[in-house]
């Protein structure tokens, strides 16, 4: 899984199966979290997001688990597509203290095997 | 939706050059917000701004200014290229009381 500073880890998976990116993240005052997924040449897309009052959020194939007592992120892909792959990094905000600014994990490489 | 939009997708110039990064947003969004992004390095804050006219220093604001004259655009300036200023840069902005950001497509910007 990634975290802030790393080097960009790479998840292979084959197309039907289900993907884990996991994020760990350091600040335990944070209370809202968000995945990115990013396509190459593009800007980051909002995927989905979590606040520390949860542990669980679900989307449209996504999921995203909070477990604050390890300060551990992930989001689960079901049934990955080929358009899923692409580059996908967390972030968190600090809290009040942060104000809207937002700290990045340095992302994982999501590549789909056909 | 929102809509982030930057003036150029990629762009060339040269050492000691001046150079202006344009970032529009539609949705009246009070906070913009300028990043850089290297491999490895993740998404670095250069600048950012609460409102008109304000603005404040990020992570790594040497070599960079801003500008915030109307709430729909924040600008970022070089005053003098260097190579070391290679990278892709991208806006954001967010609103509302939400904290999400909404980023433009980024601007890749090689310094020769």
């Known amino acids: 899984g990634e975290s802030v500073g790393l080097h960009l880890p790479t998840l292979s998976v084959q197309e039907g199966d289900n993907s884990i990116i996991n994020c760990a993240y350091s600040?335990?005052?944070?209370?809202?979290f968000i995945w990115y997924k990013q396509e190459s040449g593009k800007g980051p897309q909002f995927i989905i997001d979590i606040r520390s009052n949860m542990d669980k959020r679900q989307g449209q194939r996504v999921t995203v688990l909070l477990n604050k007592t390890v300060k551990h992120l992930s989001l689960q892909i079901a049934a990955t597509q080929p358009g899923d792959s692409a580059v996908y990094f967390c972030?968190?905000?600090?809290?009040?203290?942060?104000?809207?600014?937002?700290?990045f994990g340095t992302g994982t490489q999501l590549k789909v095997e056909l | 939706d929102v809509k982030v939009t930057q003036s150029s997708r990629y762009l060339v110039k040269r050492t000691g050059e001046k150079v202006f990064l344009e970032c529009v947003q539609d949705m009246d969004h009070e906070n913009m917000f300028w990043y850089r992004q290297d491999p490895g390095l993740g998404l670095r804050l250069i600048y950012f701004s609460y409102d008109v006219k304000m603005k404040e220093k990020g992570d790594i604001p040497e070599g960079y200014s801003v500008s915030r004259e109307k709430k729909e655009r924040f600008s970022l300036i070089l005053e003098s290229a260097s190579t070391n200023q290679t990278s892709m840069y991208l806006c954001?902005?967010?609103?509302?009381?939400?904290?999400?950001?909404?980023f433009g497509p980024g601007t890749r910007l090689t310094v020769l």
């Open positions: 600040n335990s005052a944070s209370d809202y």
């Open positions: 954001a902005s967010t609103g509302g009381g939400a904290d999400t950001q909404y």
């Open positions: 972030a968190e905000n600090m809290g009040t203290g942060g104000g809207n600014k937002l700290t």
